[in-house]
């Protein structure tokens, strides 16, 4: 009976679908012959299609909430695998060593492009864990954070073009200002949240592209800034082929930093502070925690990292232009936040080699490569809401001393 009830169900959503995309899969006129085409055979396409299609996406809710119900009891005591293999060193060691082998000979293996291509993943690997910080740790939602990309770019070409500074002289400033912009932005945004606070970052970073395309005499428009310098080996410059290979391990150094610089911030004070602040603003206030302190590190560290991606960016590219720094960037890094698990270093690791890799390699489906990712997105948000791996939640284990003054057991 409940097969029958998911048939029909199945069977009114392809009519309703066929009814929709009627006009435009069955109609076609020629305005040279002046004449009308009907196109049947689409309709019934379009019918059987969504028929397949809204019968096994039911298939699936259903399967997924009798999984859940089912091994909901099972999984309060079921250690997570990511938690499994960073504390089992027989699994642990020789999964660092095969992908430490393998990121070191990645450039001698491939070509150029596909160096290119990996570079720029670590690049979104490293923006990603800074919007994590502002984002998955403090929950605080910015849809601005492409602009502090954007300031550390531009303070890396215009002091190149100007005064002739280097790569690494200007990469502690590009951090620097990322850092000071992440400050002003966060003073007055101190009281909202929400959709507020989104709505504010989002007007934040669209003011700074159209200052950067508008200021003409400051950063030289729409045109931008050209022979921008890559980065030197030891004062050396080095040709297009052995610079690649070098960010390439520039940006594997600067990844693994990060991950490790980010990693001890959510243990420490402060990342608990950003955690509770992301639970209930109200209640970590009550707890003695400064709110003004805690949001204003959020902002400032998130920014950093960009302000050090977007000097990184400037270096490899050698041009920069305001069209650089859109909306889809923020979009883009936030995905690979929400997408990878918020909060999860390895999440968002994984989920910024899936959103940059994925649509490159998925070249050959030109024309349905947007539409293959799309439904890949949707697919994945509604059936791994808590992204590719969900954040574990650290448990602190008090245990009582007897009256002997003894730690029992």
Same mark, same amino acid.
């Given at each position: 009976m409940r097969k029958l009830s998911e048939i029909k169900k199945s069977f009114l959503a392809s009519i309703w679908f066929m009814f929709l995309t009627f006009p435009i899969m069955v109609i076609r006129v020629n305005p040279i012959e002046k004449v009308v085409e009907w196109r049947w055979r689409n309709m019934v396409f379009v019918g059987v299609g969504s028929f397949i299609l809204s019968f096994v996406w039911r298939y699936m809710i259903r399967q997924k909430e009798s999984g859940l119900k089912k091994n909901r009891a099972d999984d309060r005591h079921k250690t997570p695998f990511i938690q499994r293999v960073r504390e089992e060193r027989r699994l642990f060691i020789p999964l660092i060593a095969v992908l430490s082998v393998l990121g070191v000979s990645f450039p001698f293996i491939f070509s150029a492009y596909q160096v290119n291509i990996m570079t720029t993943a670590l690049m979104y690997v490293v923006l990603g864990l800074g919007l994590n910080i502002v984002v998955g740790l403090a929950g605080l939602l910015d849809l601005g954070y492409v602009a502090f990309y954007a300031v550390g770019a531009y303070t890396y070409g215009l002091l190149n073009h100007h005064f002739g500074l280097g790569f690494w002289a200007v990469?502690? #400033?590009?951090?620097?200002?990322?850092? &000071?912009? !992440?400050?002003? =932005?966060?003073?007055?945004?101190?009281? =909202?949240? !929400?959709?507020?606070?989104?709505?504010?970052?989002l007007g934040f970073g669209e003011i700074i592209r159209l200052v950067l395309e508008n200021w003409n005499d400051f950063s030289f428009g729409p045109s931008g800034i050209a022979n921008i310098d890559r980065p030197s080996f030891f004062g050396a410059q080095l040709s297009l082929q052995n610079a690649t290979v070098y960010i390439y391990f520039l940006m594997i150094a600067i990844a693994l930093f990060t991950v490790f610089v980010v990693n001890r911030l959510q243990n420490s004070r402060i990342g608990r502070a950003w955690v509770a602040l992301r639970e209930d603003e109200i209640a970590c206030e009550a707890m003695g925690i400064d709110k003004t302190k805690t949001k &204003?590190? #959020?902002? #400032? =560290?998130?920014a950093t990292w960009a302000g050090m991606m977007g000097v990184l960016f400037a270096a490899k590219t050698t041009f920069i232009n305001p069209a650089s720094f859109t909306f889809l960037e923020s #979009?883009?890094? =936030?995905?690979?936040?929400v997408l990878g698990g918020m909060g999860s270093i390895t999440g968002v690791i994984i989920g910024a080699f899936v959103l940059i890799l994925l649509p490159e390699y998925l070249r050959a489906f030109s024309e349905y490569r947007m539409l293959l990712f799309g439904a890949i997105l949707v697919i994945m948000m509604v059936f791994r809401p808590q992204g590719i791996i969900s954040n574990v939640r650290r448990t602190y284990k008090f245990a009582g001393i007897n009256i002997s003054g003894e730690q029992s057991k």
């Open positions: 990469l502690p #400033a590009g951090a620097f200002m990322g850092a &000071l912009f !992440g400050i002003l =932005l966060g003073f007055p945004v101190l009281r =909202l949240r !929400g959709d507020y606070l989104a709505i504010v970052t &204003l590190s #959020a902002f #400032a =560290l998130g #979009a883009i890094i =936030l995905s690979i936040v």
